[in-house]
């Protein structure tokens, strides 16, 4: 009867989140709690992943073992399922509705149940998967995708993201990148890896000091500070081509550049005109207005979905504070009014928190806080933390800690569970930015 | 007026059916084709599986950039004695303020400028230690920066030889974590630029 309940639920929250998403985008990024699968207090849904079936051809361990390792590191940081492969005698085996003995697996007490299967045939590998509710027998999500052998992780990661959709209504963010900047060659290069730390590529590689990613909103351009030419200016490059051209060229500081949504300006802080203030460019480089003008300190902006407004930090009063104010440089109001020092804020992409870095203790901590000033919520506790970035769907926050010594990359969801390392090897690794859907 | 609103609610409220019942559709027949058999061609077909494949591709840069070239192996002679002759001037924490003893540094470093080496140009290295954030010290690594360039300037060095730059706490002098290497690393140095 639980289990019954839990299925049912979840079916219901299907049909009504596709209605809200129908409705309006919009009305969805200022709603609470839309995610309700995963809300403290309800019972984690049980995710068993079936051993994965060679549909034709012959057993291939290495495919195999992809498919189960991708799944469980999605599914588990996905926060509303218990994942497990656990072992069931089927009295029919299949992965296609009706081929195979459901009834095996709600005895096992499974609630939703993926299966896969693949082909392989020389370097190319057709993977076929089915998401089922195993209470109501219904098939939830089917995909068939083909590649090559590198391409398993990928299209794992794909059927992922289709999985949060058919649960949720939106998709997952587990096919997206995450850029970052690392000492692997002692200097500080950018790098690109997947979300889950595989794959890494270096983007940059001018032996120079590079800082400070950021996406276009289309996911195809990076923008960043880069010392190469013997100054902090701004760079933006194509991903695919690698192409680089430099936005700016005043002298100073030209840095924590963010991509508005339109992906045609940038914010970004400029010293050329004698402290660091808040500009907007054309992402060309043309500059558009001035936004704050004072003797502080303005860094840091962080544009809110809707472009209606931006946050910032300035040191008006002395201490670094996070400020916001409408994209036309009116209306400027204080927004951290808790800690001494309260740096680099981030929008969420549902609009309705600002993830901020407070000074605590000899280092940095997390916070959420909503953008009118209530509902400050500490998110990390252990070592120090900075930078967080959300994932496009607002579920997870990527971050920087040096919890284990050197700084690294590391993921959670939004509410601070599910702390999860994700760069490895001896290198440091700070400044990740979770790229938008890939 | 209340009108108006109960009128909006009606309307909304029709919305929101009409959605719901367009959503449970979706929602009861997932994936429909594909339980028949001839999915496979349509799933093969599906835009996510083109991505998979072609997304994946991502070119290595091939734009050659030349390394940064380093500013004492440019110096001249000339250039690495007045490096040695030109002080670190330090600073207080979380402050670009200057102290007595940065203003007699910085006082010690316009003579040799004045005197000495009266052709030099110099770039004014802002630095912080590792404790602020890594964005708000580039910031303050410019001001500390520019209040010893400002300073220079009052001495009667000439703007036109004098530069700033900041590398907030990416080059720290000394990498430690407790206060002695802190202090050292708030700091401005004096580069020769030309």
Sequence with gaps: MKRCSAGIRVLIMSALLVAVICASPLILSGQQGYLEVSAPGNRQLQLAIAPPAALSGGVNQDVARAIIDVFKFDMTLAGPFSVSEPQVTESRSGIRPGDFDMASWRAAGTDLLIKSGYVVSGDSVSIEFRLYDVLTEKELAAKRYTGSKRDVRRVVHTFSDDIMSAMTGIRGPFTCKIAFVSTATRNKEIYLMDYDGQNIQRITKNGSINLYPDFSPNGRELIYTSYKKGNPDLYRRELASGAEARVTTARGTNITGAFAPDGNRIALSMSKDGNAEIYLLSKEGKQLSRLTNNDAIEIAPAWSPDAKQIAFVSDRLGKPQVYIMDSDGRNVRRLTTSGAYNVGPRWSPRGDKIAYCRQMGGGFQIFTINPDGTGDTQLTREGSNEHPRWSPDGRFIAFSSKRGGRESVYIMRSDGTGQTKISRGGTSDSSPVWSPRW | ?194
């Design chain 2, 1 to 194: 007026m209340r009108k108006v609103i109960c009128l909006w609610s009606l309307v909304m409220l029709c919305g929101a059916l009409m959605l719901n019942g367009c959503a449970k559709e979706q929602v009861v027949t997932p994936e429909q084709p594909l339980t028949a058999p001839s999915s496979e061609k349509q799933l093969k077909q599906s835009e996510a599986a083109k991505q998979a494949v072609q997304e994946e591709k991502i070119a290595s840069p091939a734009i050659k950039e030349s390394p940064v070239a380093k500013d004492e192996a440019s110096a001249s002679a000339a250039a690495a004695q007045a490096n040695g002759l030109l002080k670190t001037v330090y600073y207080d924490f979380d402050s670009a303020i200057l102290t007595s003893s940065a203003r007699d540094t910085l006082s010690a470093n316009a003579s040799v400028l004045l005197k000495k080496q009266t052709g030099l140009k110099i770039q004014v290295e802002g630095h912080c230690d590792e404790r602020g954030s890594a964005e708000y010290n580039l910031a303050l690594g410019e001001r500390r920066a520019k209040s010893a360039m400002n300073y220079l300037m009052t001495l009667g060095v000439p703007a036109s030889r004098l530069s700033t730059i900041s590398y907030g706490k990416e080059k720290p002098a000394d990498p430690g974590h407790d206060e002695a290497a802190w202090a050292k690393n708030r700091r401005a140095e004096f580069v020769v630029a030309n």
